[in-house]
């Protein structure tokens, strides 16, 4: 929930009734103890403009006679039956003030805070957990749920610490901005405020459990999405604390994400405490690579350095949340990186030198073996473009041996549901087996495949693309091995000649998950040193070495990936899998019966 | 603060392209005329030789040599004035000189290639940066 939003709501009063801005105490008064007299008191606005539901979102009605009616500020809206006074009212675009609800959790209902007035209810309801009911007036805007939400924010700060200038959550914290937004201007409370032992979730989630208001959303998130029972709620009352029961680490792949869902800044993430403030980043849409989900991230960075990675909305890949390779694999991005074109001098060791160099020897020695010899492995972290530069590059040399590492023994790149995870990643929750299979589609998308499996045992010139699992023992000894990359993984050990390359984060790149979907990398920071991009270098090999390739921007790279053949690489969901179908009729036995005998 | 007095005085406007003409002349030779004391000053003997320096100078000029307007050349001659007395005042250092005036100029001399002769646009923006 955005601090804007939440203070345009609080500001709205402002501009209708200015003469009831005048001063505000902490009183209580007869009228705004009942609700009828509020309601009374609200003029009837007979032509309201129509709003838009907040974020967007679009209502699915399962089937349409089920629809019921409600009013939220008197503007009616209609939503499917079962929805909640609190989705109601964020259809009817009212952002209601929230700790506890998460959409994607179960309800619990215990912050209160998302307090708004229903017509002919005597009370304030918690509008996350009260079904919406035909034809329900609910108010958000009147004095009573104002006063409400105000007696919460009091509450929940009681034992909240003042210290959001030592807090990392400062800035993005939603109990900072509800407070600014709808809390009250002064405090009443004089006592002592309680104090919690901070709990060892390990070297990944940071605890400052006193910040905690124990709206249980890591504990929901961890039964319910990261499917451990790692984090409970322990004592009662005002002894309540959040907390493993006995002392041990939270072991989940997914532990990460509870640093998003809490609302305070009791789980930070412990590599980024003190790095810096949320408002100094700078945030690129971009997408992992680590895995083959293709989590869709958003990358933080300060100048030239990533800070962070967090989740990115894509409710068909990894809805909201990253696993923590994803979210905490950026510090590898600053440590041991390529960042000068190096050549293996005769004492073994690698001495710096300007890329015109590098690629005359490079382009030198590739036309001293003869075609067949030449092979090319393309790394799992390669991008679709460079890809496909390798294996034109290396067809215009005359060799064919071009693929890629990470497949299984018999690769074959005909029939693309041969290989690709034909249930998308959304219907991965209808399935009641999984059989993991490794293969790179992105490769296999565009064809890479050798022509004889055994072509490094007999290779000349191997020209490593970030290839560092690949086994290099069988690589004959007088072999000439080049090597981009952009770290110094095992692929180095055995190069002859270094091309410093771009990380996921620094180029722009098209990147193909698990299920076929095609998706782009952006770069967030600049490359390292005299690294340049994947594409670039092999476009640049193949002009020195007089083979030049007939794209010079991304966009053309692009349209020659979009005409290479069967499987363009268009951006967006998976293709379907036409050829399925066709290959199930092929294979009847056609023998057994024959209609003209 | 003579020297700076010396830089803030302002001679008159040009009043013809002809008169801008021979005051830039003029300039040449005074900066002609310094070149062995910014050698002595900066010790760039050897580094660079008076001759090059000389054509350095030529070429700075001959950079604006489309400007007709007198009132802009006025502009670039007090400029030029400018830069020449920061560089006699030793208001600059070596390296400045030497980067500005002499490796500078046509970028870094063991980047060029006489084989870059042929080479495409993108390979020579490659060398440069990855950016472009």
């Given at each position: 929930m955005?601090l804007?939003l939440?203070?345009?709501r609080?500001?709205?009063p402002?501009k209708?009734?200015?003469?009831?801005m005048?001063?505000?105490?902490?009183?209580?008064?007869?009228?705004l103890?009942?609700?009828?007299s509020?309601a009374a008191?609200?003029?009837?606005?007979?032509d309201?403009?129509?709003?838009?539901?907040?974020?967007?979102?679009?209502?699915?009605?399962?089937?349409?006679e089920?629809?019921i009616?409600?009013?939220?500020?008197?503007?009616?809206v209609?939503?499917p039956k079962?929805?909640?006074?609190l989705?109601?009212?964020?259809?009817a675009g009212?952002?209601?003030p929230?700790?506890?609800?998460?959409s994607?959790l179960?309800?619990?209902?215990?912050?209160?805070?998302?307090l708004?007035?229903?017509?002919?209810?005597p009370?304030?309801?918690?509008?996350?957990?009260?079904?919406?009911?035909?034809?329900?007036?609910?108010?958000?805007?009147?004095?009573?749920?104002k006063?409400?939400?105000?007696g919460?924010?009091?509450?929940?700060?009681?034992?909240?610490?003042?210290?959001?200038?030592?807090?990392?959550?400062?800035?993005?914290?939603d109990l900072q901005d509800?407070s600014m937004?709808?809390?009250?201007d002064?405090?009443?409370f004089?006592?002592m405020?309680?104090?919690?032992v901070?709990?060892?979730l390990?070297?990944?989630v940071?605890?400052?459990?006193?910040r905690?208001?124990?709206?249980?959303?890591?504990?929901?998130?961890?039964?319910e999405v990261?499917?451990?029972?790692d984090?409970?709620?322990?004592?009662?009352?005002?002894?309540?604390?959040?907390g493993?029961?006995?002392?041990?680490?939270?072991?989940?792949?997914?532990?990460?994400?509870?640093?998003d869902?809490c609302p305070?800044?009791?789980?930070?993430?412990k590599?980024?405490?003190?790095?810096?403030?949320?408002?100094?980043?700078?945030?690129?849409?971009?997408?992992?690579?680590?895995d083959?989900v293709?989590?869709?991230?958003?990358?933080d960075?300060?100048?030239p350095?990533?800070?962070?990675?967090?989740?990115?909305?894509n409710?068909d890949?990894?809805?909201e949340?990253i696993?923590?390779?994803?979210r905490?694999?950026?510090d590898?991005?600053?440590?041991?990186?390529?960042?000068?074109p190096?050549?293996?001098g005769?004492d073994g060791?690698?001495?710096?030198m300007?890329w015109?160099?590098?690629?005359?020897?490079?382009?030198?020695?590739?036309?001293?073996v003869?075609?067949?010899?030449?092979v090319?492995?393309a790394?799992?972290?390669?991008?679709a473009?460079?890809m496909m530069a390798?294996?034109?590059?290396?067809?215009?040399?005359g060799?064919?041996n071009?693929?890629?590492?990470?497949?299984g023994?018999?690769?074959?790149?005909?029939?693309r549901?041969g290989?690709?995870?034909?249930?998308?990643?959304?219907?991965?929750?209808?399935?009641?087996?999984?059989?993991?299979v490794?293969?790179?589609?992105?490769a296999l998308d565009?064809?890479?495949?050798?022509?004889?499996?055994?072509?490094?045992?007999?290779a000349?010139?191997?020209?490593?693309?970030?290839a560092?699992?690949?086994?290099?023992d069988?690589v004959p000894?007088d072999?000439?091995?080049?090597?981009?990359?952009?770290h110094?993984?095992?692929?180095?050990?055995r190069?002859n000649v270094?091309?410093p390359a771009?990380?996921?984060?620094?180029k722009?790149g098209?990147?193909e998950?698990?299920e076929?979907?095609s998706?782009?990398?952006?770069?967030a920071v600049?490359?390292?040193?005299?690294?340049?991009?994947?594409w670039k270098?092999?476009r640049?090999l193949?002009?020195?070495?007089?083979?030049?390739?007939?794209?010079?921007?991304?966009g053309?790279?692009?349209?020659?990936n979009?005409d290479s053949?069967t499987k363009?690489?268009?951006?967006g969901?998976?293709?379907?899998?036409?050829?399925?179908a066709?290959?199930?009729?092929?294979?009847?036995?056609?023998?057994?019966?024959?209609?003209?005998? | 603060m003579?020297f700076?007095?010396?830089?803030?005085?302002?001679p008159?406007?040009s009043?013809?392209?002809?008169?801008?003409?021979?005051?830039?002349?003029d300039?040449f030779?005074t900066?002609c005329?310094s070149?062995?004391?910014?050698i002595?000053?900066?010790?760039?003997?050897?580094?660079?030789?008076?001759s090059?320096?000389?054509?350095?100078?030529?070429?700075?000029?001959?950079?604006?040599?489309h400007?007709?307007?007198?009132?802009?050349?006025?502009?670039?001659?007090?400029?030029g004035?400018e830069?020449?007395?920061?560089?006699?005042?030793?208001a600059?250092q070596?390296?400045?000189?030497?980067?500005q005036?002499?490796?500078?100029?046509?970028?870094?001399?063991?980047?060029r290639?006489?084989k870059?002769?042929?080479?495409?646009?993108?390979?020579?923006n490659f060398?440069?940066?990855?950016?472009?």
């Amino acid at each position: 929930m955005g601090l804007g939003l939440l203070a345009s709501r609080a500001m709205r009063p402002l501009k209708s009734s200015n003469f009831r801005m005048c001063a505000r105490y902490i009183v209580t008064k007869p009228e705004l103890q009942s609700p009828e007299s509020a309601a009374a008191e609200a003029p009837a606005q007979p032509d309201l403009p129509p709003r838009t539901p907040v974020g967007g979102a679009r209502i699915h009605f399962p089937n349409p006679e089920d629809a019921i009616e409600v009013f939220v500020d008197g503007f009616p809206v209609k939503i499917p039956k079962g929805f909640t006074v609190l989705q109601a009212c964020e259809v009817a675009g009212v952002d209601i003030p929230r700790f506890c609800y998460h959409s994607r959790l179960s309800i619990a209902g215990n912050c209160r805070m998302c307090l708004v007035e229903v017509e002919k209810s005597p009370k304030p309801v918690a509008s996350c957990a009260m079904p919406a009911l035909p034809g329900m007036k609910i108010k958000t805007d009147t004095p009573v749920a104002k006063k409400a939400r105000e007696g919460v924010m009091e509450f929940l700060l009681m034992n909240h610490p003042l210290d959001c200038p030592i807090c990392d959550q400062g800035g993005e914290c939603d109990l900072q901005d509800q407070s600014m937004a709808f809390g009250s201007d002064r405090g009443r409370f004089t006592e002592m405020k309680r104090s919690v032992v901070d709990k060892n979730l390990g070297p990944l989630v940071k605890t400052v459990m006193t910040r905690c208001i124990q709206c249980t959303r890591c504990v929901r998130f961890a039964t319910e999405v990261a499917g451990v029972q790692d984090l409970g709620m322990l004592g009662r009352g005002s002894g309540e604390e959040i907390g493993t029961y006995v002392e041990k680490l939270m072991t989940s792949e997914l532990s990460g994400n509870v640093i998003d869902i809490c609302p305070v800044g009791a789980l930070t993430s412990k590599p980024f405490a003190f790095k810096a403030r949320n408002w100094e980043l700078k945030g690129t849409e971009s997408i992992d690579v680590t895995d083959a989900v293709g989590s869709n991230i958003r990358i933080d960075s300060r100048g030239p350095e990533v800070l962070r990675i967090t989740p990115r909305l894509n409710e068909d890949i990894n809805e909201e949340w990253i696993s923590d390779k994803t979210r905490f694999c950026y510090d590898g991005l600053k440590r041991q990186r390529l960042n000068d074109p190096m050549i293996r001098g005769a004492d073994g060791r690698f001495k710096a030198m300007s890329w015109r160099d590098a690629l005359a020897v490079v382009a030198e020695v590739a036309h001293q073996v003869k075609p067949e010899e030449i092979v090319g492995i393309a790394g799992k972290l390669s991008d679709a473009e460079s890809m496909m530069a390798l294996k034109d590059f290396l067809n215009k040399m005359g060799s064919n041996n071009v693929w890629c590492e990470g497949n299984g023994m018999q690769t074959s790149a005909d029939l693309r549901s041969g290989y690709i995870m034909n249930t998308s990643i959304s219907g991965l929750e209808k399935a009641d087996l999984f059989l993991l299979v490794g293969t790179q589609l992105r490769a296999l998308d565009l064809g890479l495949v050798p022509e004889s499996s055994n072509c490094v045992e007999s290779a000349k010139f191997v020209y490593l693309m970030g290839a560092d699992d690949v086994n290099l023992d069988k690589v004959p000894n007088d072999a000439f091995v080049v090597y981009q990359g952009h770290h110094g993984d095992s692929g180095v050990y055995r190069a002859n000649v270094i091309l410093p390359a771009a990380a996921f984060s620094e180029k722009e790149g098209t990147y193909e998950n698990t299920e076929g979907c095609s998706q782009q990398t952006l770069p967030a920071v600049p490359t390292v040193g005299d690294a340049r991009d994947d594409w670039k270098i092999i476009r640049a090999l193949s002009e020195v070495a007089g083979m030049r390739l007939p794209y010079d921007t991304v966009g053309a790279i692009r349209s020659r990936n979009q005409d290479s053949g069967t499987k363009p690489l268009a951006y967006g969901r998976e293709r379907a899998s036409y050829i399925w179908a066709f290959v199930e009729a092929q294979v009847h036995p056609k023998d057994e019966f024959d209609p003209i005998q | 603060m003579a020297f700076a007095a010396r830089a803030v005085k302002v001679p008159p406007n040009s009043a013809s392209l002809e008169e801008a003409r021979s005051r830039v002349f003029d300039f040449f030779r005074t900066a002609c005329r310094s070149i062995p004391s910014i050698i002595d000053i900066y010790n760039l003997d050897e580094v660079v030789t008076k001759s090059q320096l000389r054509s350095t100078i030529a070429s700075e000029i001959r950079k604006n040599a489309h400007i007709t307007n007198p009132k802009v050349i006025d502009m670039l001659l007090f400029k030029g004035t400018e830069e020449l007395n920061n560089i006699l005042e030793h208001a600059k250092q070596r390296h400045h000189m030497i980067g500005q005036y002499v490796v500078g100029r046509e970028g870094l001399v063991h980047d060029r290639d006489p084989k870059d002769e042929g080479i495409s646009s993108f390979l020579k923006n490659f060398y440069n940066s990855n950016y472009f």
